[in-house]
């Protein structure tokens, strides 16, 4: 084709921008170290609730978010922008667009990951998970990533390849959709600096969420990884990438089908069942797509496993690629609705992703490490022995984590189910079926220890490398500029030939890949609108007292969610247990929802009325006197510290602007009843002998607990 | 434009007109599913589309390879001219059992919400939930027939060593948190006085177990605990009576007298 020759057009002269290449390579080996230490201690917590030693900036529920970010968008976050600065650059045979904001997007990256660390021991969160960070965060990384997708933008369009390369596509799919996903989740009403509230309520809410959860893992841990597989695991392996058509065809599926799959994180929740049947039908039907991207990579080894025995960066990429096949495959079965009646809730979907965390993400980088920093410090890797070391200990690690999990997800999930041949719960303490996998939560840490080894010993090997090589920051390259209006010959065949069109034309190729992303965006963010108007309305579901909402904030603030949901299904082991299953009339003022997606401790679904005020307050100071050999952590504090009642008014006017029935005026007022409300539950303590002054936050607490899922039972009653 | 594209085209273009008839079927009916339905259309719509479409990325390159396959070498593998910064592709064709594959998941999905959401079978969650609530039910029924449950009508004081001993675990299990291992009292009331606040003797102990008193915190008990063990755990609880805790509580509640053993003593008198 005429296109590919410019022999009469010179050759300009160059310098690839290898400095921010390195900046985040380091941001990846520090925040990586932070991430995976918060992870082992939270994974510790759970064993041993006093490891947060009584304080309340290190319980499992604040650090648990700080694991997640930490992971997500620092450690596998400045992976992406290393390996997409590095390989954009030469796919483009162009500099980055501009190097202030390369700086910028560096720089304002690390800021918000230092936001998140700061803010979320503090209990500054919107408890929606892998967006729990506030409303000025979420604008600094709106700002950020406008940067990086200018910056890239940027770089493709002053390119000198007339085409992009597969990896690039993958680019621009992630840096629009993530930028989609992360606007409409975030749409808050903020009442302070540090405090705001969804727009969307209950399953409305949950379903943006999980929309946005779900496409998290989509367009940040999968797309941008696969952009970076079809860079480096071909330069890795020296091997021709097996099948371009192939690469179209599971692209343009891949993000098509992915953005739809979202409900499937709610089964049989109360979301309407034709929302949670979107969910498994898509989710089925991502199975090719994903795999596509494994079959891919795994055949550009095809001729070339003799250098896997010897070549450590390609046994990283190998496992990698062939745990992303695993845990694509195991997601769709677990949106299958009799496969998730076992696992949701359970230690299955923390084994499912740290599959998809610790091999995928973890082994890919790692592989890229050991490819890059050598060549960007123009040096050897100072040891393949160590190389090879870490790699087989975080394989062990990843199996070590992964098959305890999974054993102790199943064990609890048969325990929560079975029955006696009278009829009743076998295990109907909940307590029971946690102390059981104690074990399998010891054999875990062990994996996870196993697999931070080796993480160090990359890090002192890279280290080392780092310092017997030299750096330059700037690399020299040359290539001929594109020549302008150029006439091509029109391409006769199939589509499939006439994709090569589009892939030189970076804006109608965005443009494309947008209305494609947004084809199930939209159809899923219709029916949260309709929803609205589908979910049948339950006279008695008041909205909360100014004290209960109070509360509401202390349990977000908290994250008692993260542990305990608020979702009893729709099966007799779970109303036996718990109380009447959820009902979506339930949650019309619930902002934000907080249906949580684990089951550490039991559902509080139905806790309003279970237990006296009296339990409550023993139980929060130190859950072990009421409840023997109890996991949870002391939440000593909530009885020291005083209730900051300034914002109940705020609290109330944004509630009433969120469409919650408050009458005008009534935040006037509202501290006058909430007041009221407190005594009576300070009153109720002291009369059995409990030193508490009706001012503190566990009053609140206590109030809004009292409260949970008794609306409905008023119903009941009074019929 | 091949004949493909366009039979694919007016396929799509059928099922977006029948989708359409189906939703202005649906507003005169003004039914509540409406919007099953609207979602329902337009995943169809949709997965004609996405059908269509592997089809005609698929259909002009399979020809040719098997023309090619025929003259030239399997083994020598097509390159294209693609070449970035030393990276190049190969044409391969996707592998047929990946196509199988995808074309399976999408039929599996048609029949999917067929099954679940046109064919009108009873299978919501909640329908679901329905039918096994039904069947716990009836073998419930048929336990109580057989005489196999005890409750608060028929249940008498056990004395057994072994039962007094299975009710002292379960209370310690259980009813410590609150009523404190000696029975002293501590959120709940005080058990070894001659003071009920809900009644003395097995029945009442028996009843206020089994379904609690949750207005006063005590909790319903009987989906945690089988009819003998709350029979187990209620003598159990009757046994303390005149002991000594170490810290009681004060009395609560009135002085319990058996109403049905007191007339007869008094006869004998």
Not at chain 1, 44 to 54: G, Y
Request: charged content about 15%.
């Amino acid at each position: 084709m005429s296109d590919l020759t410019s022999s009469n057009t010179s050759l300009e002269k160059f310098n690839y921008d290898n400095a921010i290449v390195r900046n985040f390579a380091y941001a990846v080996m520090v925040w990586g170290a932070v991430g995976m230490l918060v992870g082992l201690l939270i994974a510790a917590q759970i064993i041993i609730p006093s490891l947060n030693f009584n304080l309340q900036y290190s319980t499992f529920g604040r650090i648990r978010p700080l694991h997640t970010n930490a992971v997500i968008f620092a450690f596998v976050g400045n992976a992406i922008f290393m390996g997409l600065y590095y390989s954009l650059q030469r796919l483009c045979k162009a500099r980055m667009f501009s190097d202030l904001l390369s700086k910028i997007h560096f720089w304002g990256w690390q800021l918000i990951i230092v936001l998140a660390a700061v803010t979320l021991p503090l209990g500054i969160t919107t408890s929606k998970e892998y967006a729990e960070l506030e409303w000025p965060i979420d604008i600094l990384i709106t700002i950020v990533w406008v940067v990086l997708a200018i910056n890239m933008f940027g770089t493709i369009v002053k390119r000198r390849e007339r085409h992009m390369y597969v990896a690039i596509w993958f680019y621009i799919a992630t840096v629009v959709t993530v930028a989609v996903l992360h606007i409409f989740n975030s749409l808050e009403l903020p009442i302070s600096l540090t405090k705001s509230y969804p727009i969307y309520a209950g399953v409305q809410d949950a379903l943006v969420q999980w929309w946005y959860g779900h496409n998290a893992v989509a367009f940040f841990l999968t797309t941008p990884y696969l952009g970076l597989m079809y860079y480096f695991l071909p330069k890795a392996a020296e091997r021709p990438v097996y099948s371009y058509r192939l690469s179209i065809i599971h692209f343009w599926t891949l993000i098509f089908i992915y953005i739809w799959a979202g409900p499937h994180h709610l089964l049989y929740s109360a979301l309407p069942d034709w929302a949670q049947s979107l969910g498994t039908v898509f989710s089925i039907m991502l199975i090719a797509p994903s795999w596509g991207g494994m079959i891919n990579g795994l055949l550009t080894l095809r001729g070339a496993w003799d250098k896997v025995r010897d070549n450590v960066i390609l046994k990283f990429m190998v496992v990698a690629v062939t745990a992303y096949g695993m845990a694509t495959f195991e997601g769709p079965m677990l949106s299958l609705k009799n496969v998730n009646a076992i696992a949701h809730f359970t230690d299955w979907i923390i084994a499912h992703v740290h599959i998809g965390a610790l091999g995928w993400n973890g082994f890919l980088t790692f592989g890229i490490l050991y490819w890059l920093v050598p060549k960007l410090f123009r040096t050897e890797l100072y040891s393949k022995k160590m190389a090879n070391f870490h790699f087989w200990i975080g394989f062990v690690g990843i199996l070590f984590y992964a098959i305890p999990m999974y054993w102790s997800g199943v064990t609890q999930a048969l325990m929560w189910k079975q029955f006696t041949p009278e009829g009743v719960l076998l295990y109907p303490n909940f307590l029971e079926t946690l102390l059981q996998i104690k074990t399998m939560h010891m054999i875990r840490i062990t994996g996870g220890l196993f697999y931070y080894a080796g993480f160090v010993v990359m890090l002192v090997n890279l280290i080392k490398t780092i310092k017997q090589g030299s750096f330059i920051g700037e690399e020299a390259a040359e290539a001929p500029a594109l020549e302008k209006n150029v006439t091509f010959e029109p391409i006769k065949g199939s589509i499939m030939k006439k994709h090569r069109l589009i892939e030189r034309k970076p804006f109608q190729f965005t443009v494309l890949a947008v209305v494609v992303v947004l084809v199930g965006g939209l159809i899923e963010v219709i029916p949260t609108y309709l929803i609205k108007s589908n979910i049948p309305t339950i006279a008695s579901v008041k909205p909360y007292t100014p004290l209960e909402l109070q509360g509401r904030d202390i349990y977000i603030r908290e994250a008692c969610n993260s542990c305990h949901s608020q979702l009893v299904r729709p099966f007799r082991s779970e109303t036996e247990r718990y109380g009447e299953y959820a009902k979506a009339g339930e949650f019309v003022y619930d902002h934000p929802f907080l249906w949580g997606s684990k089951r550490t401790g039991p559902d509080l679904l139905r806790e309003g009325k279970k237990y006296p005020n009296l339990w409550h307050y023993l139980h929060m100071d130190d859950p072990t006197t009421v409840s023997p050999g109890s996991l949870m952590p002391r939440y000593s504090w909530l009885k020291e510290q005083i209730l900051d009642i300034s914002n109940t008014e705020a609290k109330i006017n944004a509630m009433r602007t969120l469409g919650v029935p408050y009458e005008q005026g009534y935040e006037k007022i509202a501290n006058t009843d909430l007041q009221k409300q407190a005594e009576e539950i300070a009153a109720d303590l002291q009369k059995q002998g409990i030193d508490v002054t009706s001012d503190r936050e566990i009053i609140a607490l206590i109030a809004y607990l009292q409260r949970l899922g008794t609306d409905i039972k008023n119903q009941q009653t009074g019929k | 434009m091949n004949k493909k594209v366009l039979a694919a085209m007016t396929a799509a273009g059928i099922t977006a007109l029948t989708q359409v008839q189906a939703i202005a079927q649906v507003k005169q009916e003004t039914h509540t599913d409406t919007y099953v339905y609207l979602i329902l259309g337009a995943l169809l719509f949709t997965l004609a589309v996405l059908f269509a479409s592997i089809m005609i990325f698929e259909s002009g390159e399979r020809k040719p390879k098997k023309a090619a396959a025929a003259t030239a070498t399997v083994e020598t593998p097509i390159l294209t001219d693609h070449e970035y910064d030393g990276i190049q592709e190969l044409d391969n064709p996707a592998p047929a059992w990946f196509q199988f594959l995808f074309y399976i998941t999408i039929a599996a999905a048609v029949v999917y919400m067929f099954v679940y959401h046109v064919s009108g079978r009873q299978n919501s969650s909640v329908d679901e939930y329905i039918q096994e609530m039904t069947v716990a039910q009836a073998q419930k029924d048929e336990l109580i027939k057989t005489g196999a449950l005890i409750n608060e009508n028929n249940a008498s004081v056990l004395t057994d060593a072994a039962d007094l001993e299975k009710g002292k675990e379960i209370f310690t299990a259980n009813c410590v948190n609150c009523h404190a291992a000696d029975g002293g009292g501590t959120v709940g009331p005080n058990l070894t006085d001659d003071y009920w606040i809900h009644g003395g003797g097995i029945k009442n102990v028996f009843s206020t177990i089994k379904y609690g008193v949750p207005a006063k915190g005590m909790i319903t008990w009987q989906n945690q605990l089988n009819p003998k063990q709350i029979q187990q755990v209620a003598s159990y609880v009757l046994t303390f009576k005149g002991t000594k805790p170490a810290a009681p509580k004060a009395p609560e509640g009135t002085i319990w007298v058996d109403s049905t053993a007191a007339p007869k003593d008094t006869l004998k008198k």
